[in-house]
């Protein structure tokens, strides 16, 4: 059973910074590409970032220059390091794991929320 557990929310003003991290439990970690999406209210859940297994990561372009997506596969682990936070920025987290050719999984989610 393929667990997902996020943590690294909070609440945080414009401009400041936040590590998001999601530690993955039964399965091969790194052999997953790993991904960061969110869900504002009101709106559709939206990619983040999202790193293979072989390292190369993807961007969300409003996002581009001030997220970080990481992975330490010996902790089975992967980041999101959110810099220069803007309220618009303001959303439930999910990480999310996947390993072909199997399902996607997702975590909880984790708050973030960015004030003006």
């Known amino acids: 059973q393929v667990q997902l557990v996020e943590s690294g929310g909070g609440l945080v003003q414009a401009g400041g910074s936040l590590r998001l991290s999601c530690t993955a439990s ?38 581009k220059g001030r997220f970080t997506i990481s992975r330490d596969n010996a902790k089975n682990t992967v980041y999101l390091q959110m810099n220069s936070l803007k309220p618009e920025d303001t959303a439930t987290y999910y990480c999310c794991s996947t390993l072909l050719p199997g399902p996607t999984r997702w975590g909880q989610g984790t708050q973030v929320t960015v004030s003006s």
């Open 26 to 63: 039964g399965t091969i970690f790194s052999l997953n590409a790993m991904g960061w999406y969110r869900q504002a209210p009101g709106k559709q859940r939206e990619l983040v970032a999202t790193m293979t297994s072989g390292g190369s990561t993807n961007y969300a372009n409003s996002v």
